[in-house]
């Protein structure tokens, strides 16, 4: 019996493009994107340049997407046969150190504590959050050099993908998260990342829009994206307990200073950043 064959597309668009090509293969009829850059697992193939892997389900439709590209824009078709290749970025997905003393491993992968060790279990693949990007990591670290204001506090995880930042919280001493997301698939993931580390009583995960959330809290998470990011800022900021942490991730360092602003009222307390990221770590008045 013959291997079956995945038609790909490749092409090299500037990190500013990358969102509306992206769209625009989907649009072509892609049943999925990735986005390989100089963090991700499967490199870039230039420097300061994303790859878009785009799959299509023939050959016709990927050759027919090539055609349809934007002047200047040479996209690549390339054949995958044989399986062995979905299973292939395991072998890369190992246990480390998301944030000092804590631990993220996929579930086919042992790992023993070191006394005073968190380790969460993290079933990457479908949903964002394998905390392997920068934009996740300094979230968690964030998190991690708040812990002591977060103890027994509700978070609420904006954006929460696999639902990777709400398990951090919790794992470092907060006692429930509400998450949410626009994608459902993400929702669903959370759930089940939250019960391999038998936290599921204490995590609310739904597709409830942000404005018809009631809950106040504490510490407030948004890993999203600074266009996401800017329209939202009355409506994050009035989820925030007076007095409370809001953390923004996903923020490229040349628009810090555009989401900095449509946050005046909120004081910057600090602004770390990870290659080309940066999180703002901002603390609403008290009351
Ligand atoms: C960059 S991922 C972050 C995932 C995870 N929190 C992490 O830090 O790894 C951003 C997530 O935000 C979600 N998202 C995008 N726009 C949103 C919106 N307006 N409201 C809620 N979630 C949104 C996406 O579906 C995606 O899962």
Redesign the pocket.
């Known amino acids: 019996m013959s291997e079956p064959r995945y038609p790909f597309v490749h092409v090299d668009v500037t990190p500013e493009q990358a969102d509306e090509i992206s769209g625009l293969l989907f649009e072509l009829g892609a049943s999925g994107v990735e986005e390989r850059d100089e963090t991700t697992l499967q490199k870039n193939a230039a420097s300061g340049l994303v790859t878009l892997v785009a799959s299509f389900d023939s050959r016709e439709e990927a050759e027919q997407a090539i055609a349809e590209l934007p002047e200047g824009l040479v996209g690549r078709y390339e054949e995958v046969v044989g399986d062995a290749w979905r299973d292939a970025w395991k072998e890369h997905y190992k246990p480390y150190t998301l944030a000092e003393g804590l631990v993220v491993r996929p579930p086919w992968e042992p790992y023993e504590a070191k006394a005073g060790e968190k380790v969460l279990e993290l079933e990457p693949g479908r ?5 392997l ?1 920068e ?2 990591r300094l ?2 670290q964030a998190i991690r050099t708040h812990a002591p204001e977060i103890a027994k506090a509700t978070v609420l ?10 398990l951090v919280a919790l794992a470092l001493g907060a006692e429930r998260a509400v998450c ?4 459902q698939e ?1 929702i669903d993931v959370t759930v089940e990342n939250a019960a391999r580390n038998a936290m599921q009583d204490r995590v609310e995960a739904s597709t409830t ?2 404005e018809e959330i009631t809950a106040v809290s504490p510490i407030v ?1 948004a ?3 600074a266009r ?1 990011l800017i329209p ?1 800022a009355e409506e994050l900021q009035k989820h925030v307990a007076p007095g409370g942490l809001l953390l923004l ?2 923020i490229l360092v040349p628009q810090k200073d555009d989401v900095r602003a449509a946050y005046p009222d909120m004081e910057l307390l600090a602004d770390p950043s990870a290659g080309e990221w940066v999180l703002l770590a901002l603390r609403k008045a008290k009351a």
């Open positions: 949903a964002f959050g394998t905390g990007h934009t996740t979230v968690a995880d904006v954006g929460c993908g696999s639902g990777i930042l709400a949410i997301d626009i994608d993400a829009p942000l998470l890993n999203i994206e996401v939202m991730s996903g």
